[in-house]
């Protein structure tokens, strides 16, 4: 057997490893001759007839069914490297994507109207008046498309929904909705979700038999509830809406689940507050508007974007992202409707759309995803 020298072995590996940088480096300068004809021509970056035939063709050189699969991901970077380049040239050139959005210094916040989901007393009651003031002209409907649908169709100005609780994580729901609904997001507020025991003015925690409340307040609340095992809990559609009910049902045995506001609104008293047991319980709320306009110095992009049904496709459209230097500060999957096993990924990026960084990864992303939305830049 020939004698191994892993000295010598690795010397070769260095002259080769040399030999591959120069030829990358050269291969990365006609790069920029293509970037340069794109900037002239206005073809865009990504090509995928030509970048599927380059990798057929390189893959068709190698010897091995390792070293094929090792070519194909080696180009499929390459190729991505090369994008990025020409990306970053174009932008340098003034070719930044039209977004779409006008960046304001502030957003209309006066004679504005403001349509939240739920009752009065809810938690979106709370974030809506946390957010625009004690004397915002808000008022509820029915549901979370509803209060969309007023936004789009211009009988509120805004409108104020959950996407995601620091305990139960992201509210699906809505994110499907921004999707079908023509807003977007303009702002967001935290809300401390603490939950109180609310009962009449003249109850003590010894008369209380049965306790209402929204599911999800219930189960917040199970350590607390639990210790009461003679207690009878029962659903209700909203945390305001129990509270309106003991209220309005005058009973001394029946308790509500909700917001200390809720029992102050509906004149009951706390007999116990910050029953959850998760005490770092919050709600992030976003707010929407039917005018794609952005806050100057937002720091937040949301996007929406579906890939490619292909390996890899995920991995590429963040690259985009990374080699941009741009944080990501969350990411959610959800399912496209009527395509099985697809999914529309929604990322959270930190930076502003006057960001050249923001502007090259949008651009990236709109050219090589199947379809790309931005949420808004808050
Ligand atoms: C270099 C080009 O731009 C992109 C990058 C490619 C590459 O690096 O080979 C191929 C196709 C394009 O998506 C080109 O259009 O030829």
Redesign the pocket.
């Known amino acids: 057997m020939k004698e191994l020298n892993l000295q010598n072995i690795r010397q070769q590996l260095d002259v080769m490893d040399a030999q591959l940088t120069e030829l990358f480096e050269k291969r990365m300068e006609l790069?920029r001759e293509?970037a340069e004809y794109k900037i002239h021509t206005g073809k865009p970056?990504?090509?995928?007839t030509?970048?599927k035939q380059?990798l057929e063709a390189v893959t068709a050189l190698a010897h091995s069914d390792f070293t094929r699969k090792g070519t194909y991901e080696l180009f499929s970077q390459?190729?991505t490297i090369?994008?990025r380049l020409?990306y970053g040239l174009l932008a340098a050139h003034g070719q930044a994507m039209d977004m779409g959005f006008t960046m304001v210094e502030d957003l209309k916040r006066e004679n504005v109207r403001i349509a939240y989901q739920g009752v009065e007393g809810s938690y979106g009651h709370g974030a809506a008046l946390q957010y625009f003031g004690r004397e915002a002209d808000v008022y509820h409907v029915k549901t979370m498309e509803d209060a969309m649908v007023e936004v789009e169709e211009g009988r509120a100005d805004y409108c104020i929904l959950p996407i995601e609780n620091s305990s139960a994580g992201a509210v699906s729901d809505n994110y499907d909705l921004l999707v079908k609904h023509d807003v977007y997001i303009v702002a967001e507020t935290e809300l401390p979700v603490s939950h109180a025991l609310l009962g009449l003015p003249e109850a003590s925690l010894e008369d209380i038999r049965t306790v209402y409340s929204h599911p999800q307040a219930l189960m917040q609340s199970s350590r607390y509830l639990n210790s009461h095992r003679d207690w009878k809990q029962i659903s209700t559609v909203n945390t305001a809406v129990a509270a309106k009910k003991v209220a309005e049902e005058k009973n001394i045995s029946q308790a509500a689940v909700a917001s200390p506001a809720a029992g102050e609104l509906y004149g009951l008293k706390a007999l116990e507050t910050s029953i959850n047991h998760n005490k770092n319980n919050v709600t992030r709320f976003i707010i929407l508007s039917r005018i794609p306009v952005y806050k100057k110095g937002s720091s937040k992009v949301s996007i929406c974007f579906e890939g490619a049904h292909r390996s890899g496709s995920l991995y590429n459209m963040l690259g985009n992202l990374i080699y941009n230097d741009i944080n990501m500060l969350m990411i959610e999957s959800r399912p496209i409707p009527g395509r099985s096993w697809e999914y529309r990924f929604f990322v959270d990026a930190q930076g502003s759309l006057s960001d050249a960084a923001i502007q090259n990864a949008l651009k990236g992303i709109s050219e090589e995803a199947v379809s790309l939305r931005i949420l808004g830049n808050y």
Do not use: L
């Not at 970056?45 to 995928?48: A, E, G, L, Q």
């Open positions: 790069c293509v970056v990504y090509d995928s030509r970048e380059k390459i190729m090369s994008r020409q």
